[in-house]
């Protein structure tokens, strides 16, 4: 696992993206190492999330685990100069990205954008006014996923998996460190062809097309696709072994997904739920079990434990957990 330097190191490569406003923390190691977010909102406190609770900045700069006290607050000025930062000076260059509602980095670290809607029709065509910004620590954590390899290979062969949780489980970190292991032949599997479909760009944080982050020496990367297109792409053009892709869940993702299990095509991925019972109240999610898309089902574990599998559910074992 990441050592608390480096991850420290990650958080200082995140909040750098703020500008002027991240000169203001005079924080110790060990709460940087565990930050996994950092929160402005308009006016309010300064706001990092750690597992096992929220963090606050002082106007000193250092950690506060009260809301109450003379805080560091961040003003619409310090919030506009950190949305030019995370649009590199260039908001007209990410405009597709902002009206998804987040801005991905170099280095895999993401911003969640919130503001004013601007629409046309039923359609959000822009962002403005900025209210606040929760910028995510991305970390990129050899052996994450050495508990999920062992659920993910049975008798030689990889299964098509979903893991699921809630929000900051660390499913991307996961799926990050699978397609290294399954890339390199690692825990003793063979070599694979993987194809990774980032649409968001939080697993491989490619930058001007070269991934940042390792993947291994046989993957494949398909930048900023819609994970359906992507997944289609992929399985035309590369012949993968396997498609990894981030947080499915629309019509399109749920077609791919059955197309390339009619290729031969094995696919892992994640989707936001809480529970089971959550995961399969979303129709695309029940239907890709019950098809067969997906022999495995990996529940993770909530934010206080990222990356840690509490349930290996098999085709038919979950459908009996139903």
């Known amino acids: 696992m990441m050592d608390e330097k480096t991850a420290a190191a990650r958080f200082d490569d995140a909040a750098r993206n703020l500008g002027a406003l991240s000169g203001r ?10 930050a996994q977010e950092i929160r402005l909102r308009a006016g309010r406190p300064v ?5 096992n609770a929220p963090v606050f900045i002082t106007q000193s700069g250092s950690p506060s685990f009260s809301p109450k006290g003379s805080l560091l607050c961040a003003d619409r000025v310090q919030i ?13 260059s990410h405009q597709r990205e902002i009206r998804n509602g987040f801005v991905t980095l170099r280095g895999g670290h993401r911003a969640g954008i919130c503001g004013t809607a601007v629409t046309e029709g039923d359609i959000v065509s822009n962002i403005r006014d900025i209210s606040s910004i929760n910028l995510r620590v991305a970390r990129d954590i050899a052996g994450a996923a050495d508990d999920t390899v062992k659920a993910v290979i049975s008798g030689g062969q990889v299964l098509g998996t979903l893991l699921f949780g809630p929000p900051g489980c660390g499913k991307t970190t996961v799926l990050r460190d699978l397609a290294r292991q399954l890339s390199s032949g690692l825990r003793g599997s063979r070599l694979y062809r993987v194809a990774v479909i980032d649409e968001r760009g939080e697993i491989a944080a490619s930058f001007l097309g070269v991934p940042q982050n390792d993947l291994g020496p046989c993957c494949d990367v398909l930048d900023g696709y819609p994970k359906g297109e992507g997944i289609m792409q992929a399985v035309r053009c590369l012949s993968p ?16 997904v059955e197309q390339s299990l009619n290729a031969g095509v094995t696919v892992i991925a994640s989707a936001h739920a809480g529970s089971i019972a959550e995961l399969m109240a979303r129709p695309q999610m029940a239907r890709l079990i019950t098809c067969g898309a997906f022999k495995r089902v990996v529940q993770l574990a909530g934010r206080e434990h990222p990356g840690v599998v509490v349930g290996v559910f098999s085709e038919d074992r979950f ?4």
């Open 241 to 256: 072994d396997i498609v990894i892709c981030d947080e499915i869940g629309g019509e399109a993702d749920e077609n791919a």
């Open 47 to 51: 706001m990092l999330s750690l597992p």
């Open 319 to 322: 459908k009996k957990a139903i």
């Open 80 to 92: 506009d100069e950190a949305f030019r930062l995370i649009c590199d000076c260039s908001v007209h």
């Open 25 to 34: 923390f005079n924080l110790p190691q060990d709460i940087k190492a565990h």
